[in-house]
DNA sequence: AATGAATGAGTGTTCATTCAT
DNA sequence: TATGAATGAACACTCATTCAT
């Protein structure tokens, strides 16, 4: 009966992802200072089950920030390393975050252990890191931009900083008021105006 | 010598401020969450004597929220009500918000009554008055300035929205790494690029 | 064997009934203003564990006074709906207070809440309606022995006040030196001196 | 100018005073829990006057106490070594005592201090002696009056706790309901039946 | 003499965590 | 596996007490 075990494995799994998908949606919700009862009253089971898969809560976040860290949303591959212009590379990168507001999650849960001063030191780093690393990712795209005339010259910093930030705002809107942003969340070109050129009349560049 | 009353009421007054302040930046920097001894020890006083000054911590979060709607970068009047074309004024509302970025304290703490569930519903309200007021205003200024041409045709909530958010992450970033967003906060031009019309070239506009 | 659950239903009911009596006690002995600690401390428990079975210190004192609105001692139906004369039902009802001492807690129990100025105003409100309930019933039974001839003349309302203080004395000295009572209690005969008729001699009757 | 001194010492010994008598009211009300706040608040002044004439609250307590004992209400004196049959001396001992419902801040506080495990050891050791007294006085005086045949035949002490707790709750019930005790106070006879012997009719008396 | 600013121990309550069943 | 009883550290708030003015 080889089964059994499998489907125990199965069910086991299940509750696992259950409590820890409840997890993500109140600590989006409420911070990271939901409570244990918080998550097991959104999972519908007991705060003592959550115990019996993670060692504390902490460890929680900590998978959750794991899994956060290995979504496709916060994966660096395909802008950086896909064909196509670098112009056509960050449209399809700033789409792609247009896209993520529908599962906020992940990222709010990011945003608030990078700014909890009491969040474990470690998460913080790691989320630090990969923020770092998608700011440098996204820099280059844009300086390659800037080569090929795509991306308004001027400060790649300071570009990277506004799109991040404007990426940053929306996500945070889009999960705090969902209706009012499902009918109004910016198109990705508005939000891609930040870093066009300016449309050099004829005359310009005729001299 | 009634100096002496005026001294004691100036020491008062002080203590209060201290005590304020230090709440504001605590808050900026750990949440509503942050304990009355967070506060205390960041004024460098005893918890207790908050407690001289405050009947609860409810009630320095709400003389802070009061401030906050009170204070000049939440005040709506001179992006509205100056003269000048619409574009004119959305350039120097939105440079008055990159300004504020000296100061994100207060728009913080804004923020986070608006996002905590816990927070108290009055000042939740109050505090989501406000905001739904500044995106009337701006929207307003928006569709002027599309009536002028001094702005991007489009949805105007989309980009009401757009700037809102930006603005959201950038001061939240600023207070968060104010080192970095120092050397590198993004100028008021690139922000307002995502208002910005399309540049016509000679040739289209001719036409 | 759905035997498990009872019995884990009946350790639950135990462990509240402990801590229950432990509550008892030491309000009788401290007053209203005992601490938690103190409860807990009585009934053998962390202070934590009462915050599992009541949501704050006033469920318990409203639970306890629930249960001493409902106890026989405050019972007014066998004294009011007995057969019997009015005199006899007035002996039963005293010689059921005298045998009440036996359990002051709950009597010291209303009469703080009943003093307490800070006490919850409902049950101060619930406590002296029962109060007035009894003297009205009281004075029922008296006007009636009154009639008989069972009972001194004379103003009622005094009767009711007297037979009330004297009760109220003895339960609260009874509590609080139990050894000496235990020994010295007053009998019932006594306390109902205060009610008892003149015993006319032979000759005043005569004539 | 010796003047000087002499309206500084009136002016202090009134400060003192008025304090003290706030203490005695509001400790009757509230308890000996009632807070240095509520005293000052009751005397109008500030707490820290308090502090300049006594070195604590339990000094306060105390020199109430004190007082308390010294008190005519509290003299054994009179009844005792008074010309008079024992019953009649027995008479003006109660009279008294009902007499002082008009004043019995000073019973109220003597009795939280009897009874509040937390009070100063000292103080409790002092009253209780205080009143041990009284219960001997009196049960001397029943005595004589039942060799009169002036008081009921039966167990002294029995007829002692019974006058006792009468008085006790009758003080509580006048302090705590003036309106209603000031209307209904049960006469001192009416108190006084507890001691009364049977009035023997001519009959039995022959015999 | 008098005030009230300032402190810190103590109280009611919450919550992460442990553990017996 | 799953529950919830049980604990104790931490937090909001109170209050006796001290002390500078």
């Known amino acids: 009966m080889p089964r059994t075990e499998e489907v125990k ?6 509750q696992r992802a259950k409590i820890l998908e409840a997890a993500k949606r109140v600590f989006a919700r409420k911070g990271l200072t939901a409570t244990m009862d918080d998550i097991a009253a959104e999972a519908v089971v007991s705060h003592g089950l959550a115990y019996h898969y993670w060692a504390s809560k902490e460890a929680i976040v900590s998978e959750l920030v794991t899994q956060a860290l290995r979504s496709p949303a916060a994966d660096l591959h395909p802008p950086l390393h896909t064909p196509g ?5 960050l449209k399809s990168l700033v789409r792609g975050f247009v896209e993520s507001r529908r599962h906020p999650e992940f990222y709010l849960l990011l945003d608030q252990v ?7 030191e470690e998460l913080r780093t790691l989320v630090r890191q990969r923020s770092k690393q998608m700011q440098e990712g996204l820099r280059h795209l844009i300086v390659e931009g800037q080569a090929t005339g ?10 990277v900083r506004a799109i991040f930030a404007c ?19 910016p198109d990705a070109d508005i939000f891609l105006r930040i870093l066009a050129p300016e449309r050099t009349s004829i005359k310009e560049e005729m001299e």
Chains 1, 2, 3, 4 share one sequence.
């Open 9 to 14: 494995q199965r069910l086991r799994d299940e």
């Open 85 to 89: 212009t670098p112009g056509e590379r």
């Open 114 to 120: 990078l700014r909890s001063p009491d969040a474990p």
């Open 150 to 159: 795509e991306v308004a010259a001027g400060d790649p910093d300071q570009l």
């Open 167 to 185: 990426g940053d705002g929306l996500l945070r809107w889009a999960h705090h008021d969902p209706d009012d942003f499902q009918e109004h969340f």
